[in-house]
């Protein structure tokens, strides 16, 4: 089949090598212009080593972005990791349509941060779902999906990077052949069922040590790699990652007030929660660099009771 990849960055280029691996024409790529002092984009660098017919539009929406598209005469668009909105008279112009991928089980958790959000809020299963984009975000109806189970020690870099997606990339192949061969059903999203979440970004991320400790523990888990839960310590702000959980079982084995520094062990620090501890093995400051949160402790000279987060 003739293959239009919309998309950015690893996903998108590793969406854009399946096809071509199997013998697929990829007739044009779509990938946004890079921001000054970003880091190169991989599907870019893919489609010119390639010499494939790259184009890079700073909006799908303009005339020149729709004109390319039926310019290149492909028989479905491929949408791997899109950031730009792309309209209904955009996404409609190869012969079998577009078709896009979203990591979750729609009409769940749609939205730009769908993959931490639901290990954030505690759930044990998640998945992918290739779906019509509409214009409506993350609303069209559902081509396939794939669930897979959230472990209580997933982060966000598992979910993700072991299983959604190598998942969604073959997940993609799967539908692109359904809807060109007619095989494929479309099932309309119920809007009784659907959630949306927003980005989660630096407020959303910050550890309230007050909270239980179940949901301190997931909101790390949620964040690690990114943005990375944080707290604070005389005026420094600390992100947290690599975490362990401790529930407190008896009176007796409460340790610490909450967001207190409890224990300091020889190669991690337990600071106080609601219900328990977390166990902090990795830390970086911000802007800098990840490090041991035992090397954090010494070097900054923390000691058993030290209050977080105020």
């Known amino acids: 089949m003739k293959v239009a990849i919309v998309g950015q960055q690893d996903f998108g280029k590793a969406v854009l090598e399946a096809f071509l691996a199997r013998g697929d024409e990829v007739v044009g790529v779509f990938t946004a212009p890079e921001k000054q002092g970003a880091r190169p984009d991989s599907l870019k660098n893919a489609a010119v080593e390639r010499g494939l017919k790259l184009f890079q539009f700073p909006k799908l929406t303009s005339d020149e972005a729709k004109e390319a598209l039926t310019g290149v005469q492909a028989d479905i668009g491929i949408m791997a990791y899109v950031m730009q909105f792309a309209p209904q008279d955009f996404v409609n112009i190869p012969k079998f349509g577009t078709i896009q991928y979203h990591p979750s089980l729609l009409p769940k958790y749609r939205g730009p941060s769908s993959i931490g959000w639901p290990i954030v809020c505690g759930e044990v299963e998640t998945g992918l779902t290739i779906f019509r984009p509409h214009d409506g975000l ?163 000279g923390l000691a058993v009771g030290e209050m977080l987060g105020e």
């Open 138 to 300: 993350d609303e069209g109806p559902i081509i396939l999906q794939k669930a897979i189970p959230i472990s209580p020690d997933d982060t966000l870099g598992s979910v993700y990077f072991d299983r959604l997606f190598p998942l969604g990339v073959n997940a993609l192949l799967e539908a692109a052949d359904l809807v060109v061969s007619g095989k494929h059903t479309e099932i309309v999203q119920d809007e009784n069922k659907a959630t949306y979440e927003g980005r989660f970004l630096a407020a959303e991320s910050r550890i309230n040590w007050n909270n239980h400790v179940n949901f301190v523990y997931n909101l790390i888990r949620g964040c690690d790699p990114v943005p990375g839960a944080w707290t604070t310590w005389a005026g420094k702000k600390i992100h947290v990652f690599n975490v362990k959980k401790h529930v407190f079982r008896t009176f007796g084995s409460v340790k610490g007030k909450v967001g207190t520094i409890s224990e300091i062990g020889e190669e991690s620090v337990r600071i106080t929660a609601q219900g328990g501890q977390i166990e902090v093995c990795t830390v970086r400051l911000d802007n800098g660099k990840k490090m041991p949160a035992i090397e954090f402790v010494h070097q900054e």
